[in-house]
Nanobody, 115 residues
Framework: QVQLVESGGGLVKPGGSLRLSCAASGIIFSFYGMGWYRQAPGKQREWVAT???????NYVDSLKGRFTISRDNAKNTVYLQMNSLKPEDTAVYYCNAIGRNGAYWGRGTQVTVSS
């Protein structure tokens, strides 16, 4: 059974930082591209960043320089370091794994940026 479990969300003040983690099980993690998406209230889910099995990284243009995706294949975990957070970053953040056998989603972790 494939599981993606996000953690690290919470309430942070504008300008603060958070590091999200997504722990994967039930898949050969190193074979999968991993991504982060987010969904703000009343909006569609949007892509944030991806890191391929080979380590190639891409970000949505609007978040370049503030967010950093990384992965640790030994820990079956992908991370999203978020700096200089803004109220508009408030959303549920979802982890995604995509590979030859399919795509999987976590249940999300809430990030709220507010003073």
């Amino acid at each position: 059974q494939v599981q993606l479990v996000e953690s690290g969300g919470g309430l942070v003040k504008p300008g603060g930082s958070l590091r999200l983690s997504c722990a994967a099980s039930g898949i050969i993690f190193s074979f999968y591209g991993m991504g982060w998406y987010r969904q703000a209230p009343g909006k569609q889910r949007e892509w944030v960043a991806t890191i391929t099995s080979g380590g190639t990284i891409n970000y949505v243009d609007s978040l370049k320089g503030r967010f950093t995706i990384s992965r640790d294949n030994a820990k079956n975990t992908v991370y999203l370091q978020m700096n200089s957070l803004k109220p508009e970053d408030t959303a549920v953040y979802y982890c995604n794994a995509i590979g030859r056998n399919g795509a999987y989603w976590g249940r999300g972790t809430q990030v709220t940026v507010s003073s």
